[in-house]
């Protein structure tokens, strides 16, 4: 008998379903085609170990089992739970009449319990999308795929309780999204009122959060930059439902998504050690998984110790910074991921880290600190907007009893510039803040007087600038104008973004 199973396949975070059909005919032989990997190919095992468990078993034929699209290919143990269903509904041990309207995932233990699986979300969203109304996935995963509104899920423990419910021999009831269990909202950011002085820092880190502008700290050990770098989380915006959703699409393909957890609903901050490698960092591998910068999509990624990390691996942030998305091209395919995220860095100026220091004398060559700055590439550089010196604070406000500004009360200041964006752009599809402006947009929101065209004209011969330098300036000062409501662009927004550009090679600490 002739059965069709449906069930789902990952490319990149996208969805695509996958059609499993079974025949047993006369004979004695299992195959599998359709381009299966080595996982699949050994669900038979898995299969076979499962039934005996509940008191059936691989019928003894010729069981021919087809994969379509036979051109995309099927990786991983998530197709178990819809073979071992398709084996037992060609075998008229289901009833069949309904398994055409869902799609199934799952993978089998060796005892027919059902163990999660990865990229849960995306295939409920795309079969949504197609039209299918039912969903059975292990019951871990019940949640996440609940977050789909009109598709009715189904999670289960064992595959005995799967045949129970085909056979209608108990009832289940779908499952209900709980929101309890999305991701709580983080309430143990650090707070900018624990922060004592640095406020040229933390003005930076405000720009930085309202129009989602890259940033680089340089500037003595111990003088505060990942203890800031870490309250900036706390400024940013609250996620909208789309990036919350294109978020867990890529930690539940990625296997990252918390336990218990449907819904990320906090921004991603993610801050890899330096001795990361390109993989890592920017995803692939034989089978292709996102890697850190698409893990901080939609939030924040922190590289600590900037020269420490391969020159190698720092260069290949480039074009995502540009594009905002990955793309891992391998001999038959390729896959894209996003890469949205806000990079945020910190270094010391020179070796010894005592460079420009106020009171500390630096032992540090010339030539040392250069090559030490060199590390990092001037592409790498123009591509990061704020760069901020941070300096030791005094004694006398490390001492001082009063509270600094709290973070709440400037996270509101950058939602109300986001929102300003936010309505500015909302006839561009993909554009959301300042800092994704491209060349077009610039002309159109950020017209500069001749008063502003002459002081940024100056800026870029005396600082050596480059004409990405120059863009980023531009967009800098639309995002410290909407801090301030103002239409249009003046000479003093400009003047404070050109001096966020004042750590470049050619100037600085000169």
């Given at each position: 008998m002739l059965v069709r199973?449906?069930?789902?396949?990952?490319?990149?975070?996208?969805?695509?379903?996958?059609?499993?059909?079974?025949?047993?005919?006369?004979?004695?032989?299992?195959?599998?085609?359709?381009?299966?990997?080595n996982a699949v190919k050994e669900s038979q095992q898995r299969i076979d170990s499962a039934l005996r468990e509940i008191g059936?078993?691989?019928?003894?034929?010729?069981?021919?089992?087809?994969?379509?699209?036979?051109?995309v290919k099927k990786e991983g143990s998530s197709y178990d739970l819809p073979l071992a269903i398709g084996i037992l509904a060609a075998n008229e041990q289901i009833t069949s009449g309904t398994l055409e309207s869902f799609i199934i995932l799952g993978e089998l233990s060796l005892n027919g319990s059902l163990v999660p699986v990865k990229g849960v979300l995306p295939i409920a969203i795309n079969a949504h999308n197609e039209g299918f109304k039912h969903m059975i996935v292990p019951l871990e995963n019940a949640n996440e795929a609940a977050v789909v509104e009109g598709l009715q899920v189904f999670g289960f423990q064992h595959i005995r309780e799967v045949i129970d419910f085909f056979n209608q021999k108990q009832d289940f009831s779908p499952t209900i999204f709980n929101p309890l269990q999305s991701e709580p909202e983080n309430t143990t950011f650090y707070d900018f009122k624990d922060v004592k002085g640095q406020e040229t820092v933390k003005r930076a880190l405000e720009i930085a959060a309202s129009g989602a502008h890259n940033l680089l700290m340089i500037g003595p050990p111990g003088s505060g930059k990942t203890m800031l770098a870490r309250r900036l989380p706390g400024i940013l915006p609250p996620m909208t439902v789309e990036e919350s959703l294109e978020t867990t699409k890529i930690h539940s393909v990625a296997g990252k998504l918390p336990r218990n957890c449907s819904l990320i609903t906090t921004r991603p901050f993610r801050a890899p050690h330096h001795t990361i490698s390109n993989i890592a960092l920017i995803g692939g591998g034989t089978f292709p998984h996102p890697g850190e910068i698409s893990l901080a999509n939609n939030g924040l990624l922190f590289l600590d110790e900037l020269p420490e990390f391969?020159?190698?691996?720092?260069?290949?942030?480039?074009?995502?910074?540009?594009?905002?998305?990955?793309?891992?091209?391998?001999?038959?395919?390729?896959?894209?991921?996003?890469?949205?995220?806000?990079?945020?860095?910190?270094?010391?100026?020179?070796?010894?880290?005592?460079?420009?220091?106020?009171t500390k004398e630096c032992n540090c060559t010339e030539n040392a600190v250069q090559h030490y700055l060199s590390k990092i590439s001037g592409p790498l550089l123009d591509r990061i907007d704020i760069h901020i010196e941070v300096v030791?604070?005094?004694l006398d406000k490390i001492t001082s009893i009063h509270d600094a500004e709290p973070s709440h009360k400037v996270r509101q200041r950058v939602i109300a510039a986001r929102q300003i964006q936010t309505e500015r752009f909302k006839a561009y599809p993909g554009i959301h803040c300042n800092a994704q402006m491209n060349p077009a947009l610039l002309r159109q929101y950020c017209p500069l007087n001749s008063q502003c065209l002459s002081l940024l004209k100056m800026a870029m011969e005396k600082f050596g600038l480059s004409a990405r330098a120059y863009d980023r300036i531009i967009k800098l000062s639309r995002t410290i104008a909407d801090l301030e409501a103002a239409s249009d662009i003046s000479q003093q927004h400009i003047a404070e973004a050109i001096q966020y550009r004042s750590l470049d090679r050619d100037s600085w600490g000169r």
């Open positions: 199973i449906f069930s789902g396949a990952v490319n990149g975070i996208e969805a695509t379903t996958i059609t499993l059909e079974v025949n047993i005919l006369n004979g004695a032989k299992f195959i599998i085609v359709g381009l299966p990997d059936s078993r691989i019928p003894g034929k010729r069981v021919i089992i087809n994969m379509a699209p036979a051109d391969q020159r190698s691996v720092l260069e290949v942030m480039r074009q995502p910074l540009e594009d905002r998305k990955i793309t891992i091209s391998r001999a038959r395919y390729s896959v894209d991921y996003p890469a949205n995220f806000m990079l945020v860095a910190s270094m010391n100026p020179c070796p010894c880290g005592y460079y420009n220091h106020p030791p604070v005094e």
